[in-house]
C-alpha cells in the first residue's frame, strides 16, 4: 500500500495542476475523458497551491484550465456533504466564473464558454448517471438557446460512487476506469485491477506515471495538509452553523419580543374596549334611567291631566247645576212676572221690582 490517494484536495491540484508535462498531460486526459471532447492544449490558470486557507469561508483547491479556444473549466474534488449547501455553492461558482469574463468593449456573442466540473464521492441525484450536466432550460426541458453550441454556461457533475467497482475491468468505459482508480490507486500494484489498467490502459498508465513522481514524504505531506484543510472546513462550518443558529436565536427572541408587543397591545386594546364597554353601560343606564324619569314625567302628565279632565268635569258640571238652576230660577221668574202682568203691574213697576231693565225682562220672556 503506498500514501497516494487522488480523492485528497491537494493531491488532486498538485497532480493535475502542478506546472510539468506530467501533469499536463494527464489533466488533458482527464478532461478528455469527462468532458467527452478532445482536449489539445490546456493552461492551468491557478497553478500554486494555497498557502493561507485559515480565513477561507469554504476551503477549495478548484484548478482553473484555459483551453486552446478560450473555453475556461473550473475543476473541483467535493469528498463529502457539507453543511455549507453544495446545491447553492456550484451554481453561485458556475455564474462567477462566467461573469469573470472581460466583456468591456465586446459583443455578448464573444462571451467563451465556461463549464464548472466537479467530482462527488457522494450521491447527489436520483438518476444512475454517473455524469450530468446542466444548462439553461425551461419547465418541460425546453431549450433556453436554439442550438447546443450556444449554451455557453454549463454545470458537469462526476458521481464517483454510482460506480460499480465489481464490475469486470473489460466492460468498464473510459469514465469508470479512471473513477475506479481515482478510489483505489492507493493499493497500487496490489489491486488487480489497477494492474491490470497500468499495464493496458494508456490513459491510466499517464496518472500512474504522475502519481509515481511523487515521493511518499510529498505524500504524507499532502495528506496532512489535507486533514489541517478539512479540519479548518470543519471549524468554519461549526462556527457558520453555531452563527447561524444564533442568527435564529435572536430571530426567535425578536418574534418573540414581537409577540409581547403584540399580546401587550392586545391586552392594551381590550383594556380599552372593557372601559369604552363600560362606558356605554354607564350611558345605557343613564338613558334608562332618563327614560324612566321620562315614563315617571309622562306618568305624573298623565295624572295631571287625568285630574284636569276630572276638574273639568266637575267644573262642567257645577256649570251645569248652575245653568239648571238659573234655568229653574229664570223659570220662576218668567212665572212670577207673567204673574205680576195678569195682575194688571206694569213693565217699568217689575223693573223696578226686579232690579231689571225692561230689556232683561222683555228677553226672560220670550
Not at 35 to 51: A, D, P, W
Not at 60 to 66: A, H, Q, S, Y
Not at 115 to 121: E, R, S
Not at 175 to 189: A, D, V
Amino acid at each position: 500500500m503506498r500514501s497516494a490517494n487522488l480523492l485528497n484536495d491537494f493531491a488532486f491540484k498538485y497532480v493535475f495542476g502542478e506546472d510539468c508535462k506530467e501533469a499536463n498531460d494527464a489533466l488533458k486526459s482527464l478532461l478528455t475523458v469527462f468532458l467527452e471532447r478532445k482536449v489539445n492544449k490546456v493552461v492551468v490558470k491557478n497553478s500554486e497551491m494555497v498557502k493561507d486557507y485559515s480565513k477561507m469561508k469554504s476551503p477549495r483547491l478548484d484548478l482553473l484550465v484555459e483551453f486552446d479556444d478560450q473555453t475556461m473549466v473550473d475543476l473541483e474534488m467535493q469528498l463529502r456533504q457539507t453543511k455549507d449547501n453544495l446545491m447553492n455553492r456550484f451554481p453561485y461558482y458556475s455564474a462567477r466564473l462566467h461573469g469573470s469574463q472581460d466583456m468591456e468593449g465586446k459583443s455578448y456573442s464573444q462571451l467563451k464558454e465556461t463549464i464548472v466540473m466537479i467530482f462527488f464521492n457522494v450521491n447527489i441525484f436520483e438518476n444512475d448517471n454517473i455524469c450530468n450536466t446542466f444548462r439553461y432550460k425551461c419547465d418541460g426541458d425546453l431549450p433556453f438557446v436554439k442550438e447546443e453550441k450556444e449554451d455557453r454556461m454549463k454545470l458537469r457533475t462526476i458521481e464517483m460512487p454510482k460506480v460499480d467497482l465489481n464490475k469486470p475491468l473489460e466492460v468498464m468505459n473510459e469514465q469508470e476506469k479512471m473513477i475506479y482508480y481515482f478510489l483505489n490507486c492507493h493499493k497500487g500494484m496490489e489491486d488487480s485491477k489497477i494492474k491490470m489498467m497500468i499495464e493496458s490502459d494508456e490513459v491510466i498508465q499517464m496518472l500512474e506515471k504522475r502519481v509515481e513522481t511523487i515521493s511518499d514524504d510529498r505524500w504524507k505531506k499532502i495528506i496532512e495538509d489535507f486533514q489541517k484543510l478539512h479540519e479548518n472546513e470543519e471549524r468554519i462550518e461549526l462556527q457558520l452553523e453555531l452563527e447561524e443558529l444564533q442568527k435564529a436565536k435572536e430571530k426567535v427572541r425578536k418574534a418573540q419580543e414581537d409577540v409581547r408587543k403584540a399580546e401587550e397591545d392586545v391586552r392594551k386594546e381590550q383594556e380599552d374596549v372593557r372601559k369604552e364597554q363600560e362606558d356605554v353601560r354607564k350611558e345605557q343606564e343613564d338613558v334608562r334611567k332618563e327614560q324612566e324619569d321620562v315614563r315617571k314625567a309622562q306618568e305624573d302628565v298623565r295624572k295631571a291631566q287625568e285630574d284636569v279632565r276630572k276638574q273639568v268635569e266637575e267644573a262642567d258640571k257645577k256649570v251645569e247645576d248652575a245653568n239648571r238652576q238659573i234655568e229653574q230660577m229664570n223659570q220662576v221668574m218668567k212665572q212670577g212676572i207673567k204673574a205680576m202682568l195678569a195682575n194688571g203691574m206694569s213693565l217699568e213697576l217689575i223693573s223696578k221690582s226686579l232690579s231689571k231693565s225692561e230689556d232683561e225682562i222683555m228677553e226672560l220672556l220670550k
